[in-house]
């Protein structure tokens, strides 16, 4: 069963920096595009950003310039370098895959557990 774990959470000061990692394993045959989502208290999950294994990487307007999404293939690993961090960050940052499993075959999202992030003022 794949699994995918965050870490990297915490409490941050305006103007600091985190970087959040998410692992898949188990029966992962290959991913394809790995992002970051987040929900604020009351508001919806949305995208943050997103890496496909070949491609160009998407950015919400409001992180562009400021978060930075990479990942290591090797380690089935997705990172999110965030920097200058406001208030406005606050909130459960979701990893998510879409991943390949042979046995049995099937192609789904995946999700993590969500690891908080909060930005003092």
């Known amino acids: 069963q794949v699994q995918l774990v965050e870490s990297g959470g915490g409490l941050v000061q305006t103007g600091g920096s985190l970087t959040l990692s998410c692992a898949a394993s188990g029966g992962v045959f290959r991913i394809n595009a790995m992002g970051w989502y987040r929900q604020a208290p009351g508001k919806q999950r949305d995208l943050v950003a997103s890496i496909p294994t070949i491609g160009n990487t998407i950015y919400a307007d409001s992180v562009k310039g400021r978060f930075t999404i990479s990942r290591d293939n090797a380690k089935n690993t997705v990172y999110l370098q965030m920097n200058r961090m406001k208030p406005e960050d606050t909130a459960v940052y979701y990893c998510?895959?879409?991943?390949?499993?042979?046995?049995?075959?099937?192609?789904?999202?995946?999700w993590g557990q969500g690891t908080q992030v909060t930005v003092s003022s």
């Open positions: 998510a895959a879409d991943v390949l499993s042979l046995e049995p075959f099937t192609n789904k999202r995946y």
